[in-house]
């Protein structure tokens, strides 16, 4: 209880002869004054460090989610409206570029021939009122004013044709042959990552319906990492950044920071920090969760301890630093990467030239702290 003065010894026997031993022996009693102090009566017992400064590249670890590449990234949508007849490919399929994704059964595709036969039907009929008109009027037959309305007309025709065929040739028909049936192909190589249609389905026109398919070159992918605001001047863009997977355990792959987000998300106060990294195997799948090891290419001054001054209790790191001759206090610190050297960095908690107990597990299993 805090405040209370609690006698501790190695004794195992209870009542006053027991603490009464304790007291006589001089074996290292502690008085426990709250939760986290400690006094001893042999400090001795358990030698101090100072914490040094090391310039260290600054490391930063964070939990990632891979995302497709938006530059590499492209919607399918259909110009023409329909029922979805046949649909030749799956959500986490791989395509061809120009490979038939969809099959629609499209009455605008049906218009649009219908279209173009009646204009070239009339550019037909056109045509050779001109060449009669011009016919007659080189014979003096007609005025002037009749042939080159003869020729308005022509020229008339031929633009209603030219603008059907393209509009039969951007709603993915062709010309050569006529049919309602409209073929709906991948604008790239890739994988589908999104599907939004099934077979005997309705599809709208472009403007006011989502996406058929969405197909993404997962060849180079993105890491999307959420870091909190406090840590976002540790992160530069260009930072080399080493990535690992639960799926992959025995893989380190190497990316760099590329895109550091200007907008917090206001809920978690985080920014979006982008590793881009190549993939060319294939290893990394969407929504695959990773870790990333991002290691700044500055150095910075950084505290560190021995290892063995760190002590974990209840999901805490903690460290003991002297506060009088025979007194300590359990302290908290946020920790940092390990050295290669085994000396542990420490961002928080102490700072360089602070005192703190070089094994701290013994203090806290030391008798006089039980």
């Known amino acids: 209880m805090a405040g209370a003065v609690v006698l501790l010894s190695l004794g195992t026997g209870c009542g006053d002869r027991s603490a009464s031993a304790a007291r006589d022996s001089g074996s290292g009693a502690a008085e426990i004054r709250d939760d986290n102090e400690i006094s001893v009566k042999h400090p001795e017992q358990f030698p101090l460090v100072e914490v040094e400064t090391r310039v260290v590249a600054d490391e930063l670890h964070m939990n990632g989610v891979v995302a497709p590449d938006v530059n590499r990234t492209v919607p399918v949508v259909s110009l023409g409206a329909g029922r979805a007849v046949e649909v030749f490919v799956r959500l986490g399929d791989d395509v061809k570029k120009g490979q038939v994704l969809l099959r629609i059964s499209s009455p605008d595709l049906a218009q649009a021939f219908s279209d173009y036969q009646k204009f070239q039907a009339d550019e037909v009929l056109s045509r050779k009122q001109f060449e009669r008109s011009r016919m007659l009027f ?3 037959a007609i005025a002037a004013k009749d042939m080159e309305s003869a020729q308005d007309a022509d020229e008339k025709a031929k633009v209603d044709l030219r603008t059907s065929a393209e509009r039969i040739r951007i709603l993915g028909g062709d010309l050569g042959n006529p049919s309602a049936m409209l073929d709906v ?6 994988t589908v990552v999104e599907q939004n249609v099934v077979a005997g389905a309705t599809v709208k026109s472009a403007d006011n319906s989502p996406n058929l398919f969405t197909i993404a070159n997962l060849s180079h ?3 999307l990492c959420d870091v909190y605001e406090d840590t976002l001047v540790r992160v530069h863009v260009g930072d080399n950044a080493e990535l690992s997977a639960n ?16 907008v917090l998300d206001p809920n978690t106060r985080t920014a979006k920090v982008r590793v881009e990294l190549e993939n060319a195997d294939g290893v990394f799948r969407s929504g695959m969760f990773v870790t990333a090891l991002i290691r700044s290419r500055k150095s910075v001054p950084q505290p560190v301890v ?9 999901d805490k790191d903690w460290v003991f630093v002297p506060v009088a001759a025979n007194k300590f206090r359990r302290t908290e610190v946020r920790l940092g990467p390990v050295l290669k050297d085994g000396a542990q960095q420490i961002m928080a908690g102490v700072r360089t030239h602070d005192k703190v107990v070089s094994n701290a597990l013994q203090l806290a299993n030391a008798p006089e702290a039980q």
């Open 138 to 140: 080189d014979r003096g």
């Open 185 to 190: 192909r991948s604008p790239i190589a890739g």
């Open 221 to 223: 992918v993105w890491v």
């Open 306 to 314: 021995p290892a063995s001054a760190v002590m974990r209790l209840h």
């Open 247 to 262: 799926a992959l355990p025995d893989r380190v792959f190497h990316g760099r920071v590329g895109n550091i987000s200007r």
